[in-house]
């Protein structure tokens, strides 16, 4: 009898674990990133948002940024979890994205709330990301790091690649900007279901740095997992 998903995942290794856990991760951060990078200025312009409103995009994330990564470092350093921030930005970009996706919706103030909701995802994300670097180094050990950074990257160019170009298609069949608005808003309600998803493989990664095992041993658990 073909044993369940969550049964081979708790009989791997820890390592490989932690390297599969972290390869779902980056699976679904890959999406929401190539969604951020060509969504929101075709999100905008679809919604009437004239030429400066479109420059202003890329300024709301930055400042964001700026503002909360100094003190949220400080926060981080002492809290016990390295966890803790990414998964509170991943809470907040959970709410940002399903707010986002409802905006089109929301009358003449659209416009205003689209760059609200900019501050509670692509903000957050910047955020994310600087974060996670701390985290991922408290969860794999530092002989494993490669193994699972390499072995990360690989799903998220293919995620990179095939996100973009399925959105694109979708939208060029809509000949209106209701209908691209609808494809977009799609996209982005299913950000905010990744990064739920993304939130339940960093909860389940590994915590202490010390605590991983041999690449080798990774490979042959990843291999384990994917034999029926």
């Given amino acids: 009898m073909k044993k369940s998903l969550f049964y081979r995942v708790k009989k791997m290794p820890p390592s490989a674990q932690t390297m599969l856990l972290f390869a779902v991760e980056g699976v679904f951060l890959q999406y929401i990133t190539s969604?951020?990078?060509f969504g929101l200025n075709l999100y905008a312009t679809n919604m009437g948002a004239t030429d400066s409103q479109i420059g202003i995009i890329q300024m709301v994330p930055n400042i964001v940024a700026c503002a909360a990564l100094l003190p949220l470092g400080i926060l981080a350093d002492r809290l016990k979890s390295t966890k803790t921030i990414p998964m509170l930005t991943l809470l907040v970009m959970c709410a940002g994205y399903a707010f986002l996706g409802s905006?089109?919706?929301?009358?003449?103030r659209r416009m205003?709330?689209?760059f609200v909701s900019l501050a509670f995802t692509a903000g957050a994300l910047a955020i994310y990301n600087a974060q996670w670097q701390a985290m991922f180094g408290?969860?794999?050990?530092?002989?494993?790091?490669?193994?699972?950074?390499?072995?990360r990257n690989q799903f998220m160019f293919v995620i990179g690649i095939l996100a973009p170009v399925i959105c694109g298609i979708l939208m060029g069949r809509c000949h209106t900007a209701d209908g691209k608005l609808l494809v977009l808003r799609s996209f982005f309600y299913l950000c905010a279901v990744c990064v739920l998803l993304q939130a339940a493989a960093i909860k389940n990664s590994g915590g202490t740095a010390g605590g991983g095992q041999s690449s080798g041993r990774s490979g042959e658990g990843i291999l384990t997992f994917f034999c029926f």
């Avoid at 905006?103 to 003449?108: F, R, S, T, W």
């Avoid at 408290?138 to 072995?151: G, H, K, M, P, W």
């Fill in 103 to 108: 905006v089109p919706a929301l009358g003449e």
């Fill in 138 to 151: 408290a969860a794999v050990s530092l002989r494993q790091r490669n193994d699972v950074y390499a072995f």
């Fill in 112 to 114: 205003e709330l689209f």
């Fill in 35 to 37: 969604i951020n990078g």
